[in-house]
């Protein structure tokens, strides 16, 4: 393996593991807070990258996209948790399991509704369309850059709010004890909805990134939900430190085992390692509740 | 925590008479299909009996063992590969060193089992480590797992999947044909439902109901639950590859669609959905979703609006599923 190859796929395979740790980072606090299993994470990246293709397609600015198409993410998810999801926090995983998985067919169905069933184009933002030379003989395509760089910044902030602020520490508390942290005086329901609006936005962020990549189209969100589960599980469910290593070794292992293992074995490679990871710690690389 | 209700003892003859009742009236469709000249009910039908046996194999784990396992349609997957890789042999478009050239149902059938059985062994060996919500995670990714390997297995047909043209025997007689093959089908059926009425009511299926309730008063108890998940666990995993094989070989062809993990997410929703306390409640299941598809995806090229809200509303108010409503309408016949 060249350096030149070892550079491009070590940098694909960040950009991948940047995606995934937006995506994670709301579906483990959700889950680490109220012990609730929400499949429907996935329909909000699509339904984030849906309404930025529209903007985008109606006024050209990408800018604009983002700037309506994030808080709209979280709005979404707000009503759906308020609408529906709420009610089941106190319910087994298994009707949890059920009325998400009954809410994909739904959500699903009504985007196809809305748009169709052709994929729907996303253009490059102009500034980014091009590429660059990061290492003699090594260009690399600016909007994969720009993703890798909005992901780190995410990340970095977001790790700063989790980890270093009051409302950070709420959350924290709400993961690790529920009832504890509720006996304190932390108003959990409503760090809870504040946690859902957010790893919404996240989610419809990392939807918009993949737009122009990957083609805008039902269904999109169901593989990137099935990874996310995966980072989430391997970090430790409620744990975003874990869930940003996780989402990274990921990234990683799933795009070099594309590269250079045949192909039934490089698709099964991520599955494999979470399968090593969990048989050496249950719980995850990083477990919240002690 | 207790996932899914767990099953009190019911093994009483009404139960016995219950599965009699749900397999001869199976039985009857062929008849009823030909008297009323309608051969599309056989198809149906046999859809419905083969998503049964797989829907009740399920529910030997989730609703006997409460464990919420999403990973269903991957082994149902692999016993419809393993028949139809046997059999794409013979056509001699395939090739491969493990598994005999064969499409006689008497061999294949028990050897997709056994394949099924030991990969659902491997996965249960890592995923039994967890439980609860990691639990339903694990299996979910193993079956994805399996399907992106089906996909990437281009000599097998990628994902346009792996059609064969050999006919299919049992002890050396013609198989394929549509009526003989539903009553076969109807017979495993049959025999499944048997065989996990007796094993619920055993000494194992206590033992299995009980890790569902209190795995900790279990343990204290002196019975460690796991080799009792685990062999729950992989003979569910048999049972699901049948129903797999049985699968392929009633269209002569399988796909990774048909292991996708909303395949796995519909099984689970056929289990609540027919009732988790009965081995027969599945079937039931099975019968409903199966109907209630072909019904709406008639009326409307939206169907999957409506048959999301149904099972949002199946959760929201039904809880001991439509076996429950059955025997509620019986009692309320026996008083009046």
Redesign the interface.
Known sequence: MTTALLIEQGLNGLQLGVQLFLMAAGLTLVFGIMNMINLTHGSLFMVGAFLAATVLAHTGSFVLALVVAVPATALAGLVLEAAVLRRFYGRSHLDQVLVTFGLIMVINELTRMVWGNVPVPMALPQVLSGAVTIYPGVTYPSFRLAILAVGLLVALGLYVVVVHTRVGMWVRAGASDRAMASAMGVNVGLVFSLVFAAGAALAGLAGIMAGPISAVQVGMGEPVLILALVVTVIGGIGSIKGALIAAVLIGLADTFGRVLLPPALGSMIIFMMMAAILAWRPRGLFPVHG | M???PAAPPRASSATLIGIAVLVVALALVPTVSQALGNPFLIKIATRIVIFAIAAVALNLV?GFGGL?S?CHAGLFGIGGYVLGIAAAQLDGEVSAALLPATGELAVVLPLAMAVAGLAAAVMGV?AL??S???F???T???N??LY??F????QYGGEDGLQFNAALTLFGHPATGRVPFYYGCVAALALVLAGMQRLIASRFGVVLRASAQNERRLTALGIPPLPYKLAAFALSGAVAGLAGALFAASQSFISPSAMS??QS?DL??MC?LGGLAYVAGPVIGAGAFVALEAVLSGWSV?W??A??????A???TLRGGLIDLVRIAARGGRAS
């Open positions: 207790t996932l899914a989730l919420v999403l890592i480590r967890t609860g919500a990691y339903i995670m694990i979910l990714a193993f994805q797992m992106y390997v996909v990437a297995l281009q993990w909303v997410g689970v929703v609540v939206h999957q609006l048959f999301g809200g149904f099972i949002i199946v959760v929201v």
